[in-house]
C-alpha cells in the first residue's frame, strides 16, 4: 500500500486500485490537489478532520468519490454516506469496517461526539480518529495519534503495543510543538515486531 501523510490526520491510502483520503481538516495541507479518489472519509466533526470550506472543492474535483462520516459531520456536508459502528462498506475494491463510536474524553464539561474509525483493506491500514478504540482484527499499519488535548503519550504507546501493529505511522502531530519528542517515546517503547515510521509530510511512501 502506497500511503501520503498530508500533516496532523490527513492520509491518503493506495493499494494500487482504489484510493481513499481521511481526515482532510485544517492542519492538512496538499490534499487539495488529490485526484482520481474513490472515496473521501470523515472520522469526526473537529475543524482539524474536516475542513469544510475545501471539501466541496475536492468532491468537485473528485465526481466519483464516495463521501463517508460519522452522524455529528452529516449536517455539515452535502450527500454524505453515514457510517455507523458496525457498518462494513465497499469502496471501489476494498472493504472499509467502521469501528468505535465516540470520541476521547477531552473533560467531563465537554460533550462526547461521535467519531468512527475506519479499518481498511481487512487490517491493511486502521486510522482511529480522536480515540484509541483497539479493533478485533489484526492491523498491518496503524495511523498512530502522536498528541491531543485528549491523550497523553503514554495512553498512545499502550495504544500501539494493544494494536501491535508490523508498522505504526505517526499522525496527529499538529497540536506539538516538537513531535519528534513523541516520535523518540514509540520508538523505545514499541511492542516487538512494530516499526515506527514517520513520514515525510506530502510524500508517497510504500508500507
Known sequence: MQVVHFGHACVLLDTGSTRILIDPGTFSTGFEDVQDLDAVLITHQHF?????????????????????????????????TIARPGDVLKVGDTTVKVVGGQHAVIHEDIPVIPN??????DGAFYHPGDALFVPDEDVDVLGLPSGAPWMRTGEAVDFMRAVKP???VPIHEAVLAMPEMAYRHF?????????????????????
Open 48 to 80: 482539524d478532520h474536516l475542513d469544510v470550506e475545501k471539501l466541496p472543492k475536492l468532491l468537485a474535483a473528485n465526481p466519483g468519490a464516495q463521501l463517508i462520516v460519522d452522524e455529528g459531520s452529516a449536517p455539515s456536508v452535502e450527500n454524505p
Open 166 to 168: 508490523r508498522v505504526a
Open 187 to 207: 520508538e523505545n517503547l514499541k511492542p516487538a515486531g512494530t516499526e515506527v515510521r514517520p513520514l515525510k509530510r506530502g510524500e508517497e511512501t510504500a508500507v
Open 116 to 121: 468512527t474509525g475506519y479499518v481498511v483493506g
